[in-house]
């Protein structure tokens, strides 16, 4: 990072300390909400010395335990030495958007009005922002797209597996990530080595001790239904008020999902359009010159896509996107106002209102405007790598020069009618 960045990422850091400390937020409230009793539960657990997936069931992926450990082991408040850790992983990816921001060359102006619009996501999202543990994903994802900004892709495909291994979205990100890093190094396996060997030494010790403690912890997430915040149950909650559809719930206490044939076959529509939206990602990226502005936008959309489409949304998932979609941003002004729609809407019902979005009241007709300005942004950026695709051409190279080997290795493999 530059020096002339540093005083941007300064002021952004105070601004989100403010935005923090709001009440509604509650950085200083020692009471906590949503599953911050469930974590000083298994940090607790972990640092009195039992192994977690062995000793006890726990539902989060090996690579999410540090964000629950380390808040328990001052052995005080565990509320608020949680949310100080969340809060620092915030300000992480301030830093990080900063370096991208650099990366990308952007004028000073630009880079506080980016900074800016992801330093006050929290006013706007609220309590969930410091009562989850997203932050701590959101910054190894964000440090992953810094680091291939900054050409150093081994260590960006690192962070992509620790990313990978607290929460499985990262893997969205890999066919992005590959075809931007393989013209930088001339070949593949680098990146995926460091990628699948993080993931590898994070989750193997794990695997060892308790196989079957984490395959079950897997399976529980993989095989969820089609939960009540996603796209999917706010189609159906609509057709409820209608009385086109008679909603039923799994007996599930964790977690708020829709049960039957119809919402079954949600669930699998959306995995799919999922896919389908992060290869649309991928295509129109490889269609662009292939520059760092380029991936950037493509990770927004890639990660917008994912949250957007996918049969499980929690409202703290939304996390995992404010700093790339603050970096896209400002190629696409609409991409501000359509986060910050999302984010204020779904304080709407969380965390107050959630026994009323269960009954289907009136706050399910926010969680479907809330849905449709997600698809919108994905809309939005998927638009913008549209026409940076179609106004690149075949006019500049995708990569930066390479040592004449690589470069005689590459034009081996290319197409027919593809300038180098």
Not at 12 to 30: D, E, K, R
Not at 82 to 108: D, H, M, N, P, Q
Not at 190 to 196: G, K, N, Q, V
Request: positive net charge; charged residues 10%; aromatic residues 10%.
């Amino acid at each position: 990072m530059t020096k002339s960045a540093r005083i941007p990422v300064a002021g952004a850091c105070l601004l989100f300390l403010a935005c923090c400390s709001l009440p509604w937020v509650g950085l200083w409230n020692p009471n906590g909400v949503a599953d911050t009793g469930l974590y000083s539960l298994y940090g607790g657990r972990m640092a009195h010395g039992l192994v977690p997936y062995r000793d006890f069931f726990i539902e989060f992926p090996p690579g999410a335990l540090p964000a629950l450990v380390i808040p328990a082991l001052p052995r005080s408040n565990y509320v608020v030495w949680f949310k100080i850790f969340e809060f620092l992983c915030g300000a992480g990816t301030l830093v990080c958007l900063g370096i991208i921001l650099t990366a990308l060359r952007v004028s000073r102006r630009n880079m506080w009005i980016a900074l800016g619009l992801a330093a006050i996501a929290p006013a706007a999202l609220g309590a969930i922002t410091l009562n989850s543990f997203d932050y701590w994903p959101a910054l190894l994802t964000t440090a992953a797209v810094a680091a291939l900004v900054s050409r150093r892709i081994t260590v960006a495909f690192a962070l992509l597996g620790a990313a990978t291994a607290a929460k499985l979205f990262p893997a969205g990100l890999l066919p992005l990530t590959l075809l931007f890093a393989v013209p930088q190094l001339g070949r593949w396996r680098r990146p995926l080595i460091a990628y699948a060997g993080t993931l590898f030494l994070i989750v193997a010790p794990f695997a060892i001790l308790g196989p079957g403690g984490l395959r079950f912890s897997l399976h529980v997430q993989l095989r969820r239904g089609l939960q009540l915040e996603s796209l999917g149950a706010s189609v159906l909650a609509t057709a409820h008020h209608f009385g086109l559809y008679d909603a039923h719930y799994t007996p599930n206490l964790a977690y708020a999902q829709l049960s039957g044939t119809t919402a079954s076959t949600l669930a699998t529509v959306s995995t799919v359009v999922m896919v389908a939206a992060i290869a649309l990602v991928a295509w129109l990226y490889h269609r662009t010159r292939g520059e760092a502005s380029d991936l950037v936008d493509a990770a927004a959309a890639t990660i917008v896509a994912i949250v957007a489409f996918a049969k499980v949304i929690s409202p703290q998932y939304l996390l995992w996107l404010v700093a790339l979609v603050a970096a896209a941003a400002l190629r696409r002004r609409l991409a501000a106002p359509l986060l910050l729609g999302v984010l204020g809407l779904t304080q709407v019902w969380v965390p107050g209102r959630f026994r009323e979005l269960q009954s289907l009241e009136w706050v399910t007709w926010a969680l479907l405007a809330r849905n449709l300005l997600l698809v919108t942004l994905f809309a939005v950026l998927a638009a913008s790598l549209r026409d940076r695709a179609a106004s690149s051409g075949q006019a500049s190279p995708r990569t930066l020069p390479l040592p004449a080997r690589r470069a005689r290795r590459r034009a081996r493999f290319r197409r027919p009618g593809r300038m180098a």
